[in-house]
């Protein structure tokens, strides 16, 4: 028996001692509700966690951005809500004027109220703000140029990255047609009063023309030319029909007993097929609808002949709206400037042109307020878009950040009944050690026994 070193002590001290340490982790892991509140309880869970925990707030502020984005969306929708109001209110005014019921005195009063209207839009346009950021006077707008028009054309640059564009149109739009077969119109004494021919589902009589030639038959069909989208041209022979719009969808459409004399054989439209590469050197090749080629948002017309290769330049792509927790998850919006010296177009005129002190004046004022009104439709339109796809992009982002959360509960968060119970495991352990440590440090005393 030794008395120097009492093993049984020491070894139960050791067990002692460490189920006080298992007990201690198992009091600090109740306390805080976590599983893991130092490196040490899981190096790696605890690398993983923090990583999903960045996407987490990302993921929630990206969605607090998404909110702020519709809140700008929105007050600029209200401001055109209210520019349409006055558009609505200049037409208005410049159908009464149309009227010679109305003398000189009486237009030039409603013209000062238009000139105020005017002066209402611009104001607008120009004070519209939001977090003192503003909205209507083109300084949001996504601006584009083409390398040449008359090949590409922009229409707009909505949702494209500042950079450059390579177009190539690989196949070009073209329109439907159709070429007489038998019938020669070029003695001018054709018996036309007889037939009969329908174009798109309009029906074109040429009764009463018992000796005509190619430019009365021409004009004869061209006067349906608004109902059935076919202008005809002639050769002096040949009556030739062709559809005003490009594309597959855009049809020739002959009936008739005389669909053959002077319609001919009907070759259809093709829509315009063109390859994109956008400035990261990503190609897409896209089918127009005729001209009109849709992509990502933006729209270019397709004009040039096959194996056309245009460039088309971004210089700016209006707000960017962060709208995920990484780089580069962001939402491109534009809103373009809703001035008088932008509404309206080259051909009808500008809102800041109007004058309604003449007939005409009036009249022409009508055509650009229809065409103003209608900009203002799409511009609230395209808005609306956008707050409809961040709305969605809200619910996205919620149910990402929640699942995620979810996750990462799995790898932080402490299981506190199972705790309890390994919490009560050690501690009556560490009770029993303290018992037996007891025990053992009487053991030596039974040397006193050979003392006597």
Known sequence: MRINHNIAALNTYRQLSANNVKTSL????????????????????????????????????????????????????????????????????????????????????MQKEIEQLKSEVNRISDTTEFNTQKLLNGSLGAVGTSSDKTKVDIVSVTGLKTGDYNVTIGTEATQASAVAGGLDLSGGDVDMSGKVIIINGTTIDFAGMTSVGADDVQAKINTYTNITGVVATNDGTNIKLDQASFGSDAEIKLTG???????GAVTAGVDAVVTITDEDSVAQTITGVGQSVIYQGA?????????????????????????????????????????????GNDTDGLVSAINVQTQTGAGNAIKTLDAAIQEVSAERSKLGAF????????????????????AESRVRDLDMAKEMTEFTKNNILSQAAQAMLAQANQQPQSILQLLR
């Open 257 to 263: 007993t005389n669909a053959a004399d002077v319609g």
């Open 387 to 406: 707050q409809n796809r961040l709305e969605h992009s809200i619910n996205n982002l919620g149910t990402s950040a929640e699942n995620l959360t979810a």
């Open 26 to 109: 198992s009091l600090e892991k109740l306390s805080s509700g976590s599983r893991i509140n130092r490196a040490g309880d899981d190096a790696a869970g605890l690398a993983i966690s923090e990583k999903m925990r960045s996407q987490i707030r990302g993921l929630d502020q990206a969605g607090r951005n998404a909110q702020d984005g519709i809140s700008m969306i929105q007050t600029a929708e209200g401001a055109l809500n209210e520019t349409h109001s006055i558009l609505q209110r200049m037409r208005e005014l410049a159908v009464q004027a149309g009227s010679d019921t109305n003398t000189l005195d009486d237009r030039k009063e």
């Open 299 to 343: 729209e270019f017309t397709a004009i040039g002949d096959d194996a056309t290769d245009e460039t088309i330049t971004v210089d700016s792509s209006g707000a960017s709206l962060q709208i995920g927790s990484n780089s580069g998850q962001e939402m491109l919006i534009d809103i373009n400037e809703m001035s008088t010296t932008t509404l």
